[in-house]
C-alpha cells in the first residue's frame, strides 16, 4: 500500500476517486467538502436541505463524472457528528471507506482527514487512525495491499503533524513494510531543514 499526499486543494488535482468525509451537524459542509460543494455549484448543500443526505455515520453518496472537478467519482461519506468525532470513529469510517473503494474496484484513490482543524482531535492522530483503518481492511488480501495506491489531500500548513502521524503508525502498527510511505517524503525534506 503505497500513500502519497498532495497538498493542492481536490479540485486543482486529477483523482480516480475522491472520498470525503461529511457531518450531520455541519450545515452547509466544510472543509474540502465544502469547497468541493462551491466548485458543484452548492449541489451538495442542496442536497443536505433537501433531506437527501444528511450526514449520518457510514452515509454513502456517489457522484460520477462531477463538473467542475477531475475525479472520475466523488463518495461523500457521512461520518455522524462532528461534535462527537474520535480517533475511533475515524478508524471505523477509514475501514469502510476502503471497504466502499474496493467494492468499486479502485486500486487508486484520494481522502481527506474529516474534520481536519475543526476539533480537538490532533492531525498526526487522524492520518495514524485513517491509514490504520485502510491498512487492517486492505491486508485482508495481500494483492489488494501491494496494489493500493491512495493519496492524501491536505494543507501546507498540517504537513510537521503529518510526518507525526506517520511517526506514530509506524511506532504503533505492525506493518513490517507494507504501508508504503516514501512517496510522501519529498513533502517533508523542507521539515529538517
Known amino acids: 500500500m503505497k500513500l502519497r499526499l498532495t497538498t493542492h486543494p481536490p479540485d486543482r488535482e486529477e483523482h480516480n ?23 458543484l455549484n452548492g449541489m451538495i448543500s442542496r442536497e443536505i436541505r433537501c433531506a437527501h443526505i444528511g450526514g449520518d455515520f457510514q452515509e454513502k453518496v456517489a457522484i460520477p463524472k462531477p463538473a467542475r472537478l477531475n475525479t472520475q467519482l466523488i463518495i461523500l461519506f457521512g461520518c455522524g457528528s462532528v461534535a462527537s468525532l474520535s480517533y475511533n470513529v475515524i478508524y471505523d469510517a477509514a475501514y469502510e471507506m476502503a471497504n466502499t473503494v474496493d467494492a468499486l474496484k479502485f486500486s487508486d484513490f484520494s481522502f481527506d482527514l474529516p474534520g481536519e482543524g475543526r476539533t480537538i482531535l490532533a492531525t498526526s492522530g487522524m492520518f495514524e487512525a485513517m491509514v490504520a ?9 495481500v494483492s489488494k495491499l501491494g496494489a493500493m495506491n491512495i493519496c492524501l489531500v491536505t494543507a501546507k500548513e498540517r504537513l510537521p503533524e503529518i510526518a507525526d502521524g506517520i511517526s506514530q503508525f509506524n511506532k504503533n502498527i505492525r506493518h513490517h513494510g507494507a504501508v508504503d510511505f516514501s512517496p510522501m517524503e519529498s513533502n517533508f525534506a523542507h521539515l529538517s531543514q
Open 17 to 39: 476517486c475522491l472520498v470525503l468525509g461529511f457531518f450531520s451537524d455541519e450545515r452547509p459542509p466544510r472543509g474540502y467538502c465544502g469547497l468541493v460543494d462551491w466548485r
Open 133 to 141: 483503518g485502510f491498512f487492517d481492511f486492505f491486508s485482508g488480501d
